[in-house]
């Protein structure tokens, strides 16, 4: 069965501080692997999907198969992007459309 | 371009009484799906549909939920009766043709937050 694994809940950084979020993800097969967020009082949201190896809003996030894991990276925090993040798995393949995501990694930036 | 609509933004309920959401997708998308957010955790899919067809409800509780896409466009998502476990966020999402190879993305809506006392 696959999973999403966030370990951090609250995660607290000052303006200009580089930013890891952490996601660790279990499946067997080829997963399409993404960031979602969600800004106060807005929905969810793409973020951005490794197969399109993008930065977005200066974020990146790097599949490590390796490790099993897909950390989303800033190197310079904003206040802006204080906002709740969601990493999410879909099973690869035709037909195999389900989203599954973690629990959530709450992002504060100081300012 | 609204996006996805979903309508009521809250609801409060007594425990035992029936509820219903409305989703309404963003036009042209074939994939609707039904989420739950409990408090603290992450969206868990209840039900994804296919046009009108639902092609995965393996985590719908049955005896209770039920949801319909009659026309292949609006969806439904109803709670009879509810229980006092039920209170969250209902997510509706729409996509693409999600039978098609390749990433398609989710566009979610706003949620109806259910509290049922």
């Known amino acids: 069965a696959q999973r999403v694994t966030q370990p951090e809940k609250l995660l607290s950084v000052f303006k200009g501080a580089p930013v890891e979020l952490k996601c660790n993800y279990s499946?067997?097969?080829?997963?399409?692997l993404f960031w979602y967020v969600q800004y106060s009082r807005q929905r969810l949201q793409l973020l951005l999907r490794h197969i399109s190896r993008e930065s977005i809003k200066g974020f990146t996030a790097d599949l490590n198969k390796g490790e099993t894991s897909f950390h989303l990276k800033k190197p310079f925090a904003q206040e802006e992007d204080s906002a709740m993040y969601y990493c999410a798995l879909r099973k690869g393949g035709p037909g195999a459309n389900n989203l599954f995501f973690g629990t959530g990694t709450r992002l504060t930036v100081i300012p | 371009e609204a996006g996805v609509v979903q309508s009521p933004r809250y609801k409060i309920i007594e425990k035992k009484q029936p509820v219903a959401f409305w989703c309404n997708p963003i036009?042209?998308?074939?994939?609707l799906y039904w989420y739950r957010q409990n408090l603290g955790q992450g969206p868990e899919l209840l039900i994804r549909y296919e046009n009108e067809e639902a092609v995965d409800d393996s985590q719908l509780p049955k005896d209770r939920f039920s949801a319909e896409r009659l026309k292949g466009v609006d969806s439904t998502l109803k709670i009879q009766p509810a229980e006092l476990g039920d209170s969250a966020v209902y997510l509706c999402a729409s996509s693409l043709d999600g039978r098609a190879s390749g990433s398609t993305e989710a566009f979610f809506g706003q949620g109806t937050r259910l509290t049922v006392v």
């Open positions: 036009s042209g998308h074939n994939t």
């Open positions: 499946y067997s097969g080829s997963p399409e």
